[in-house]
Structure formats: structure tokens, C-alpha cells
């Protein structure tokens, strides 16, 4: 199977969480970014061929994932919801930029026909997106070199499928709290310590106040 080379990159803070709370959007602790820790997300946006996010994330922050605070071009805005449930004054369906959205068999024809009005929808996996099958997919599109900018949701689901390549981190340097905080992978976890990914740290330097991480992630060994 062919994939795109797929890098998770994330703002969390000190205790690893995504946001100040479960249902509220990012964009409230991203105020606290520095200008050079913004151009660097930027920077990275520029130099790949999609850009993913999950669809709760559309759905709380509705992102533009545009690039905006560097030069270069627009990538694809590519969004799995299994059910087509994207609402349709988001911004990523506006012109800014192409955009993909991913769903299932299952979804419901008339928003799947609501959403194909303003941009491309592909179906991968019959109840829910087929996050493999979507890979290939995105890969023939064209798209070889995918950045995720998560939830924590999608980032589990991509980790536990092996579909990632790297994650880089722009550390907010607060601490948030709170158990039913997002953090940067959800889900279920892994179960043993046979299971649990490894991570080789590749770099790490500042920007503006923030510290930047960067790991490639070892499936094997
Ligand atoms: N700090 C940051 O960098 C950052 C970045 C992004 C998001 N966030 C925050 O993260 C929170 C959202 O995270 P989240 O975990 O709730 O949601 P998420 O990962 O953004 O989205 C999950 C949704 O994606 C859709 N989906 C479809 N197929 C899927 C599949 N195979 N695997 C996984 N997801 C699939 C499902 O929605 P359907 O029901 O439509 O199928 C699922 O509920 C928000 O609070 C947001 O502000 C923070």
C-alpha cells in the first residue's frame, strides 16, 4: 500500500493537553503563540500537499488551514467524518484552498450532495472512514506528503494503524489540568507495554518562547 509520508504536528501544553477543555475550540490557548512559533506551523503548512484534521475539530474551532503567516501555496484541506457531518458555513469549505472530505458508505445522501455542491467528497469504508483505504487513496491524488493537525481522536487512530511518519510539537508553556481534557492522543491507549509506540527525539530548538520538538516514530524493534 502506498501512503503519503505523514507528519502529526500539534501545539500542547506543559501537561500535554490540546485545548483548555473537551468542546473548546484550540484557537483560545493558540492566542498565547508566539510569532515565530506561528510562522513555523505556517512554514510547515507550505511545504506539504494536504493538510488533515478530524471533524470534531472542523466542528469546535472550524479552521481555516490556510497559509497565512509564510509564503507559499494553499495545501488540500482533507476532513474524515464518517457520518458527512461537516457543517456547511465552515470555512474550510470555502475557496481559499481545495479541500477533501472522506466519508463512509453510511453517510447520508443529502448531506453527502450538500457538501459535493462546494467541494470534493470521496467515500473510503462502508460505517466508518477506512483510514488505510483513505491513505492510498490521498497518495494517488497526489498527495505524498500529509501533515495532520489533529484532534486527539484522529492522531490515535492514525498511530494505532501505523500511518505516521512524525510528530512535531510547539509547546505551550502553561499547564491546563483537567482529566477530560483532550491530550494529544485519545482514544483507547495501548494495553501493554509490548504495545506502546516508540519515539526517537530528531531535534529540538526555540522559537520565540516556545520549545519545539521533533520525533520520528519507530514501529518496529
Ligand atoms: N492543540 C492543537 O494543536 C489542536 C489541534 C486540533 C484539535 N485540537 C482540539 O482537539 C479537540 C478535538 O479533538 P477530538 O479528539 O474530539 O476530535 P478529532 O480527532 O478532531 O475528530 C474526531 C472525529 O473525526 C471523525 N472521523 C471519521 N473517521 C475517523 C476515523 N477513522 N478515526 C478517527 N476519527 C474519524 C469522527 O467524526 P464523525 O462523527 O464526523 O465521523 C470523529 O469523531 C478540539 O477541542 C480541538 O480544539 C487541538
Given at each position: 500500500m502506498n501512503r503519503p509520508y505523514t507528519i502529526i504536528v500539534s501545539e500542547v501544553t506543559i501537561?500535554?493537553?490540546?485545548?483548555?477543555?473537551?468542546?473548546?475550540?484550540?484557537k483560545e490557548i493558540m492566542k498565547f503563540m508566539d510569532e515565530e512559533a506561528t510562522r513555523y506551523l505556517h512554514q510547515l503548512r507550505a511545504k506539504v500537499d494536504g493538510i488533515m484534521v478530524g471533524a470534531e475539530t472542523i466542528r469546535t474551532d472550524n479552521p481555516f488551514l490556510t497559509v497565512r503567516y509564510a509564503e507559499g501555496n494553499n495545501p488540500t484541506r482533507i476532513v474524515p467524518t464518517s457520518k458527512a457531518d461537516i457543517p456547511l458555513d465552515s470555512n474550510i469549505l470555502e475557496k481559499h484552498a481545495p479541500t477533501i472530505i472522506v466519508t463512509s458508505e453510511n453517510a447520508p445522501e443529502e448531506k453527502v450532495k450538500a457538501l459535493e455542491e462546494k467541494v470534493e467528497v470521496i467515500k473510503c469504508g462502508a460505517n466508518e472512514v477506512d483510514l488505510i483505504k483513505m491513505m492510498d487513496v490521498l497518495y494517488e491524488k497526489g498527495i505524498k506528503k500529509l501533515m495532520v493537525e489533529g484532534g486527539s481522536t484522529l492522531n490515535w487512530n492514525l498511530l494505532r494503524l501505523g500511518l505516521v511518519d512524525e510528530i512535531r510539537l510547539i509547546h505551550m508553556p502553561f499547564i491546563v489540568g483537567g482529566e477530560d481534557t483532550p491530550t494529544l492522543v485519545g482514544g483507547?491507549?495501548?494495553?501493554?507495554l509490548d504495545e506502546i509506540l516508540k519515539a526517537k527525539l530528531r531535534a529540538h530548538f526555540l522559537r520565540g518562547s516556545h520549545l519545539i520538538t521533533e520525533w520520528e516514530i519507530k514501529y518496529e524493534d
Open positions: 501537561d500535554g493537553k490540546l485545548t483548555l477543555k473537551r468542546g473548546v475550540s484550540s483507547e491507549g495501548f494495553q501493554s
